[in-house]
């Protein structure tokens, strides 16, 4: 298993250097999020030795289980997944920043604990690029008030924009909602909401992060690509079941 996930993220890496020459972009520019939802603490382990430094998951649980194994290593982690009120205070244990922003009252809860506490989180709203009625996150037209209404929460600093683009076998089918992402914090620069050089985009994964890169991404969250189909019960998971 070292040997495959040393050689997928070979691939993975290669791929993002490809996409980034394409678009006239520096690899050096974009950082690959590992998405382990649902993989062994052993496979993050390989992956973080051989020089990966950004994981996510998607569910705070995870983080508690795969914490004292990992807890020796050197690494940043990222919420990427649905914040309940009820785990708003477990999740700061662990984590330097939350992806997937979406609600005042979630950011009010977090603010409060990091008031507690005496630090700051970065944070990335989330935004729901396809409409899927599924998916969680702002609407695009949402996202500038909702900007405006986390600039009293002093212990927040917005980073940025996320979204889980559509997956789809058509591939011409999923890029405008990465485009429509970028769309968005063109909108923000614009209007003066945010700086162009420090805010970022998240999109992307194994499916169709050589699009979101040419989009714009600054990091791509890829799991299958790396892990392989991670086998939860009966059923196989991927990236497309990220919501889930």
């Not at 708003?88 to 009252?105: F, H, I, W």
């Not at 008031?115 to 700051?120: A, D, H, I, K, M």
């Not at 429509?180 to 805010?199: C, K, M, P, V, W």
């Not at 791509?220 to 998971?237: D, M, P, Q, S």
Request: negative net charge.
């Amino acid at each position: 298993m070292k040997e495959t996930i040393i050689n997928n993220l070979h691939t993975v890496h290669n791929r993002i250097a490809h996409a980034c020459e394409k678009s006239g972009r520096n690899p050096a520019d974009v950082r690959l999020l590992l998405a382990t939802k649902t993989v062994f603490p052993e496979y993050i382990r390989i992956a973080i030795e051989a020089g990966e430094r950004l994981i996510g998951e998607n569910k705070v649980q995870e983080f508690r289980d795969k914490h004292e194994a990992l807890s020796d290593l050197s690494v940043e982690r990222h919420f990427i997944g649905h914040l309940q009120h009820n785990k708003v205070k477990d999740v700061l244990k662990y984590v330097s920043c939350v992806q997937s922003l979406d609600r005042l009252s979630i950011a009010q809860e977090l603010d409060k604990r990091l008031q507690q506490e005496g630090r700051n989180l970065d944070v990335f709203i989330q935004v729901n690029t396809s409409y899927e009625e599924s998916k969680f996150g702002l609407q695009p037209a949402d996202v500038a008030g909702f900007i405006r209404e986390l600039k009293s929460l002093d212990t927040l600093q917005v980073k940025g924009l996320m979204t889980i683009g559509l997956l789809d076998v058509d591939r011409e089918k999923m890029r405008p909602s990465l485009t429509l992402l970028r769309q968005t914090r063109e909108q923000l620069i614009a209007a003066g909401i945010e700086n162009s050089d420090q805010f970022k985009l998240s999109m992307g994964m194994s499916q169709d992060l050589d699009m979101a890169i040419a989009e714009g991404a600054d990091i791509v969250r890829v799991g299958t690509a790396i892990f392989g189909n991670r086998v939860i019960g009966k059923e196989i998971w991927n990236e497309s079941e990220a919501e889930k």
